[in-house]
């Protein structure tokens, strides 16, 4: 093969951040949830662990078929009283998955299409994830505040050099 083709190859070739965080962004498709859609990987060296998407727990109705979101009807903005929302977060069943399955997601990363709320922020701190892809933001500065406080990389996939093909192999 030769340089130039393998040099188009690689150019056309997304880095390791971009191919998980494409991966997020499929699974955020098949979510429930009438507000936003979420999706998470949760990736070990460089193998996907397990996923998630947000949506009501397994075998409950989702907020569509009851009539619409409790959160919306009565005006909670994003980012406040998680616990009226009748879903699990894409983070949450990302590491409820790993579990079921028996598989430590210690030192992993999590790629996610929105930054975690505070609960999620909690929940990846205990399960011993080191570094956080998200997409997008979300408005939780507590969760921001613990993430920090507990030394964890978060990085915004805009900040992502992606003029940089490292890692490709």
């Known amino acids: 093969m030769s340089e130039e083709t393998k040099a188009n190859i690689s150019e056309k070739r997304p880095t390791w951040d971009e191919y998980f965080m494409e991966m997020a962004e499929l699974t955020a498709k098949r979510s429930t949830c009438l507000r936003r859609h979420v ?11 397990a996923t998630g998407y947000n949506g009501a727990p397994r ?21 406040e009283r998680h616990e009226l929302c009748r879903a699990l977060h894409a983070e949450q069943n990302a590491i409820i998955q790993a579990a079921r399955l028996g598989h430590s997601i210690e030192g992993g990363t999590i790629y996610i299409t929105h930054q975690p709320c505070s609960i999620c922020a909690k929940m990846i701190i205990n399960a011993g994830i080191d570094k956080i892809v998200v997409k997008e933001g979300y408005p939780d500065e507590m969760a921001v505040t613990l993430l920090e406080e507990a030394g964890k990389r978060v ?4 900040d992502v050099n992606k003029d940089v093909k490292k890692d490709v192999k």
């Open 155 to 158: 990085i915004m996939m805009k």
């Open 59 to 79: 075998g409950l109705a989702h907020c569509a078929e009851l009539g619409g979101c409790l959160r919306e009807k009565l005006g909670v903005p994003s980012g």
């Open 39 to 49: 999706g998470a990987v949760i990736v070990q060296n460089k193998h996907i662990i």
